[in-house]
């Protein structure tokens, strides 16, 4: 049985959570990491690991924990992020008001940020290498559309840091392709534009509905934001032998916001 | 588990008597997908037409009604023609030796039989409000060819200027466009040109360090028809083991 490790799984209405009950029916053992422990409840199939991916040290020990377990690892997807609530003493609160850009964001805001969307993912695929490279696997990291275009003054809800270090995991993405192609992994990433996540929800209670966080709803091209669902099935489709021949890929799920 | 929001909507796919094409066909029909084909080589259970003319694609499109799934394969290095429909794919052709004859019949296979099917079926697909292209681009118009010559690498180009302007056009009634660039993927036609065979040194530089196989492109075009593919539009799809990683 394949065994699959996904960070940022706990939030019951977040893209992670969603991904985590679908590797379930694809007949995987699943743990999940986050520091979430309220959401653990919710996953009851799953093996639920207390982490702070933003420290290596967790996140070894996460690992170890996956592996004395069930002894191998196949799929590791890195949902993990944003730009507010991602630490444990704010992980439940409201996005902070105002626009954090790259010219005005404390350097408190930038370290935070760039450790919870970009470090951790260097974390957990460092510790995730040695075992999926024993029988070859997937790896699925999760940018966003503000690494294509970044995030327009007056945005809500996300921030500069935020949009650099998305980029940052793109760039890691097409690095760790090559590192790990010879032994069968593969590595790539889905770009979401704006999704309906429990994120935007609280987003939205702030700035009313037709803001999102990269910018106003109406200039997408659907005309709609996307839906959890779609970008689970997405990041699912990506650990799958459907994409059996894409590495180093930034899939962009963005309702035609932006074509790279 | 299977992908999701396939089972019982109907596609048409062009390109479909060999390769790629034929393996979608299979792939779309497993996923339980009513299949029209069609492609100018006749090949049994194939609707014939060459999509380079207007009229044959007017007389398709009477035939096939209207399809939630259009995967536009038809195209390739050698442009086919009704007399000589599964040319032979020739070797690598430099700048000067490309006449102005072969140009306008690789544009014409690539881009124009493209141009000519998302015309006739999108207002159809517009009506009902519900549609998913997948056109095909190639890595030659992703970081240029030095195989298959400038010809064939601008008609990809255009098709990936042409799969981002329908994105947007289509998009607010509820069609997403998108396209697919394979890298060197092996088929049979492919495999008998000069540079077919490719070296084990270019096979062991790409990252998966294997030749692609038409069910790899296959599975892509199911995900980008399924639940997974609903909010991709204007996107280009690399499958190519790792060669080109995108812009």
Not at chain 2, 66 to 79: H, K, S
Not at chain 2, 165 to 171: P, R, S, V
Request: contains cysteine.
């Amino acid at each position: 049985m394949k065994v699959a490790m996904v960070t940022g799984a706990a939030k019951p209405d977040s893209i992670g959570h969603e991904v985590a009950l679908r590797l379930l029916k694809e007949g995987m053992q699943v743990s999940v990491a986050d520091l979430y422990e309220e959401g653990f409840p919710s996953l009851r199939q799953c093996t639920c690991l207390r982490c702070d991916v933003s420290d290596p040290d967790s996140v070894q020990a996460a690992m170890d924990a996956v592996i004395s377990r069930f002894r191998r690892l196949d799929v590791l997807v890195n949902c993990v992020g944003g730009s507010w609530g991602i630490t444990r003493k704010d992980l439940l609160a409201s996005p902070p008001l105002g626009f954090r850009g790259l010219t005005n964001c404390s350097l408190d805001d930038w370290r935070t940020i760039v450790a919870a969307n970009l470090d951790s993912v260097f974390y957990c695929a460092r510790a995730a290498a040695p075992h999926l490279k024993k029988q070859g696997g997937a790896v699925v990291n999760v940018a966003s559309v503000a690494a294509r275009r970044g995030i327009p003054p007056g945005s809500e809800g996300s921030s500069g840091p935020y949009a650099v270090a998305k980029a940052g995991v793109m760039g890691l993405t097409r690095q760790l392709a090559l590192e790990l192609g010879p032994f069968g992994v593969r590595v790539n990433c889905v770009a979401p534009g704006v999704i309906a996540s429990g994120r935007l929800k609280r987003v939205m209670a702030l700035t009313g509905k037709e803001r999102g966080p990269e910018g106003p709803l109406a200039t997408i091209p659907m005309g709609r934001v996307g839906t959890v669902d779609e970008c689970a099935a997405l990041i699912v489709a990506l650990c799958t032998d459907d994409t059996s021949y894409m590495t180093g890929v930034t899939v962009d799920a963005n309702g035609a916001s932006y074509a790279a | 588990m299977p992908l999701e929001g396939l089972k019982g909507r109907r596609a048409l796919v062009t390109g479909a008597a060999s390769g790629i094409g034929a393996s979608i066909v299979q792939r779309l029909k497993h996923e339980g997908i009513e299949v029209l084909a069609t492609d100018i080589h006749p090949a049994g259970g194939l609707i014939a037409a060459d999509l380079t003319d207007a009229d044959d694609v007017e007389k398709l499109s009477a035939q096939a009604g209207t399809p939630d799934f259009l995967i536009n394969v038809a195209g390739g290095p050698a442009a086919p023609t009704r007399s000589e429909t599964l040319p032979a794919i020739p070797g690598a052709i430099a700048l000067e030796d490309v006449k102005e004859k072969d140009w306008n019949a690789v544009i014409a296979a690539n881009l124009t039989t493209a141009f000519l099917v998302c015309r006739e079926f999108a207002p159809r697909m517009k009506a009902r409000r519900f549609g998913r292209i997948v056109n095909f681009a190639s890595i030659a118009a992703r970081r240029g060819s030095d195989r298959v010559g400038v010809h064939y690498a601008a008609a990809k180009g255009g098709i990936i200027g042409l799969t981002k302007t329908l994105a947007l056009e289509l998009g607010p009634h509820g069609i997403t466009v998108n396209a697919i660039a394979p890298g060197f993927i092996k088929t049979p036609r492919i495999a008998a040109a000069e540079w077919g065979n490719a070296t084990p040194a270019f096979i062991n530089s790409l990252p998966l360090q294997r030749a692609g196989k038409p069910d790899d492109i296959a599975g892509v075009v199911a995900m980008l028809c399924s639940e997974a593919g609903g909010y991709v539009s204007g996107a280009t799809i690399d499958v190519n083991g790792g060669w080109y990683m995108g812009p």
